[in-house]
């Protein structure tokens, strides 16, 4: 798998097109069930209760959420109280044929955005090791990536990312700071309605 550098990192793998049209509606659909399980939630920032302009929901045996206490994982849907459903194949598959060297993932958040919506620059820092990567699928409108270095006030750069792209975030990347400024309307059929899903796969605890 080929990896980009990013301020002198290596790490960081952009797979255009991995899931073909046929592939991304199989896993539109599948995503959709889930989400009928365990439906979208507003999540909010910690202390302040701002909401964020995405709407989250996840699947695996762990699900990332925010409230006003903090960021984290746990293994039950904040508001129905339910389990997570079961992660699919077609993402065990992915995180498999990517990162066949990491313990299996232990979670999917599932993120919308809805025309308009963004997520600031962050890294993924809540899991209790790094050794795995993070791994993201873009379904829907096109959205630009922007992603720096693991300090706040490195130089970034920005691609955009289609529906049916990945990208892998492992190595010296694996806590670069990443982020999407927006989405851009009308660049995909995937969604009846627009808007972009984005799948990100995580390994939480150590092995």
Known sequence: MDTTPINGQTGLAYLPEYFDRKAQEDL?????????????????MPRTGKPFSVKMSNCGPLGWVSDINGYRYQPAHPVTGRPWPAMPEALTGLW????????PPQACLIN??????????HQDRDEDMFTAPVISVSLGDTATFRVG??????????????????????????????GIDRILPGTSTLLKNGGRINL???RVTAD
């Not at 539109?28 to 909010?44: D, K």
């Not at 006030?153 to 990945?166: E, I, W």
């Open 96 to 103: 498999a044929a990517l990162a066949p060297e990491a313990s």
């Open 28 to 44: 539109l659909e599948t995503i959709r069930a889930i989400v009928a399980e365990a439906p979208l939630f507003q999540p909010v």
């Open 200 to 202: 990100t796969l995580r």
């Open 149 to 178: 270095g693991t300090a706040r006030k490195d130089p970034t750069r920005s691609f955009r990312l289609a529906s049916g792209d990945v990208v892998v975030l492992g190595g010296d990347a694996r806590l670069a700071y990443h």
């Open 112 to 121: 919308f955005y809805e025309p308009g919506a963004r997520m600031g620059l």
